[in-house]
């Protein structure tokens, strides 16, 4: 055992001799396998697969690290206090994730421990959004070797017995509070620029009053995922911005029934109620070149007003993607192409999206994956007084991944909306 204690020592200090900065951005997709800890009558499946959409980004404020979102609140020489959410997938046979889409959100404060900058004691109070409070201890480090950034982390959860009962008990059966133990690793490896391999496992316990549940069919529950990312390079400097600005851009939107590659070939269709949307988006600069390319990576947020139509309600929707610019080598004009990619969750689903899901038997989610293509040029043409200004056309697109994630509702669907809009740099 002290030789076991001495190789693995040395081997984390090999592992963690470069220098370690948690500073990052970019967005991953990844293939997901769960194990179903569930009894589940006539469906024997033992794992579910999922498609999940992967955000870092982390500054003084701000952070993102995969399903994890926070808001720094204050910090001390070794202590940081935080909001913290966290999506929790219910790991279920997909057959019936359409159905019961019991996805949930984790919330609440965590105190964060600096043992070292790169080693950290977490203790989190947190609730979720079907019902239910928990207390989180976790240790986590995050170790740096070349281009492998490796994250082991131990997890024990003390789970009340509310969310036991609704989460286990399926608000079927009454759960007693329990603790839980869980631990893992997530890797990024660093490809070529802003190119990753993503990668990670975990496995956890359920202690004896849980699995005592009529629900529960199993002590033990595992995680793997796979994919890959587009993120910060490693070998440029962090928050590489060299003049960029922030925008607001304002848009207003038609709805159509035309699919996406409908309406990139030119093919759309109006819809007959003229469903329209007005939003508005604010852009965070966060780097001036992606894979070696002058291409301008944002980090945007964005409320959407849906009008009223004769076919819904005024409802609100809440965006969040990082946008990517490359303007074309054109000497006398300056035109952009953009590429957006996040997250959209929306108060009721619009007309629109119900024409397009509910026909195929779904029920739908309010939460999708946020697609942005977008054209525009700058008016600095027509005077140097509207340098900072471009006006552009653009598809609003919320989808569902062709029943692939849990996340959207194993849905296969979505909604468009054809957009115009100013921009002004600022």
């Known amino acids: ?79 940081q206090f935080s909001l913290l959410s966290r999506i929790r997938l219910l790991s279920i046979p997909k057959e019936i994730q359409n159905e019961i889409q019991d996805d949930s959100l984790d919330y609440g404060l965590r105190s964060r421990y600096f043992l070292e900058d790169n080693q950290y004691i977490d203790l989190e109070f947190m609730r979720n959004t079907n019902d239910g409070n928990f207390v989180n201890l976790t240790y986590s480090q995050d170790l740096l070797y070349d281009d492998i950034q490796f994250s082991p982390y131990a997890t024990l959860s003390h789970k009340g017995s509310t969310f036991n009962s609704q989460y286990y008990g399926r608000e079927i059966y ?61 070998d440029k400097k962090f928050f590489d911005i060299d003049g960029m600005k922030p925008y607001l851009r304002v848009a207003q939107g038609w709805a159509t029934t ?37 291409v301008d990576v944002y980090l945007s ?17 809440l965006d969040f993607e990082f946008k990517s610019y490359y303007t074309l080598p054109i000497s006398f004009i300056d035109i952009r192409l953009g590429t957006g990619a996040g997250l959209s969750y929306i108060q009721d689903v619009t007309y629109i999206e119900k024409l397009d899901g509910e026909a195929k038997g779904y029920k739908m989610s309010n939460v999708n994956f946020f697609l942005d293509l977008s054209a525009d040029i700058n008016l600095g043409f027509a005077s140097k007084s509207l340098n900072d200004i471009w006006l552009g056309t653009a598809i609003h697109h919320r989808s569902s991944v062709f029943e692939s994630s849990s996340l959207f509702g194993r849905i296969k669907g979505g909604s468009n909306y054809n957009t115009v809009y100013l921009q002004w740099h600022f």
Not at 302 to 317: C, I, K, M, N, R
């Open 258 to 294: 035309s699919n996406l590659n409908d309406i990139m070939s030119g093919a759309t269709k109006e819809d007959e109620y003229n469903n329209q949307l007005t939003s508005i988006f604010y852009g965070h600069p966060i780097s001036n070149t992606l894979f070696n390319q002058a």
């Open 1 to 79: 055992m002290k030789i076991l204690n001495i190789w693995i020592y040395s081997a984390l200090f090999l592992i963690a001799r470069d220098e370690y900065s948690n500073k990052s951005w970019g967005i991953g997709v990844v293939a997901r396998v769960d194990s179903i800890v569930y009894k589940c009558i006539d469906i024997s499946d033992e794992n579910v697969e999922n498609f999940i959409p992967l955000f870092y980004y982390e500054d003084d404020n701000l952070y993102m690290n995969g399903l994890t979102y926070g808001l720094k609140l204050f910090s001390t020489d070794n202590l």
């Open 301 to 317: 947020s964005g409320l959407v007003y849906h009008h009223a139509s004769t076919v819904q309600d005024t409802t609100l929707e």
């Open 174 to 234: 009454h759960v007693e509070s329990d603790f839980d133990l869980s631990a893992g690793f997530d890797i990024k490896y660093h490809i070529y620029t802003n190119f990753y391999i993503l990668a990670g496992a975990s496995m956890s316990y359920l202690g004896n009053k849980i699995t005592s549940s009529k629900m529960i069919d199993d002590n033990f529950s595992h995680t793997l995922y796979a994919g890959i990312g587009f993120l910060n390079d490693r």
